[in-house]
Nanobody, 118 residues
Framework: QVQLVESGGGLVQAGGSLRLSCAAS????????MGWYRQAPGKQRELVAA???????NYADSVKGRFTISRDNPKNTVYLQMNSLKPEDTAVYYC????????????WGQGTQVTVSS
């Protein structure tokens, strides 16, 4: 059973924008905090942004003011609007449900590649 499907990545020049989408199974989406993560080559996967079921958001310092996370509960979908992209934002982006201890609750999807050229 596929739980998480990310889409929307691509190649963009520095300063550009992209909007990522993540379609999730209802079982993993409903009532859970959802997060966007990224993994750059040679680096550990890191949390970029998270949103609770009630809409409270938080962001990594590196993306504050540039990225916006949102969710559409009836559609079981979470989005990441990325503006003013920088080359250091280049990574594979994933979404997942986030437990109360910061653990992930679902199996990782295939992710979506974001490449920002300078």
């Amino acid at each position: 059973q596929v739980q998480l499907v990310e889409s929307g990545g691509g190649l963009v020049q520095a300063g550009g924008s992209l909007r990522l989408s993540c379609a999730a199974s209802r079982s993993i989406f409903s009532r859970n905090t959802m997060g966007w993560y990224r993994q750059a080559p040679g680096k550990q996967r890191e949390l970029v942004a998270a949103i609770t079921s009630g809409g409270t958001t938080n962001y990594a310092d590196s993306v504050k003011g540039r990225f916006t996370i949102s969710r559409d509960n009836p559609k079981n979908t979470v989005y990441l609007q990325m503006n003013s992209l920088k080359p250091e934002d280049t990574a594979v982006y994933y979404c997942n449900a986030r437990g109360v201890y910061g653990n992930v609750l679902g199996s990782w999807g295939q992710g979506t590649q974001v490449t920002v050229s300078s």
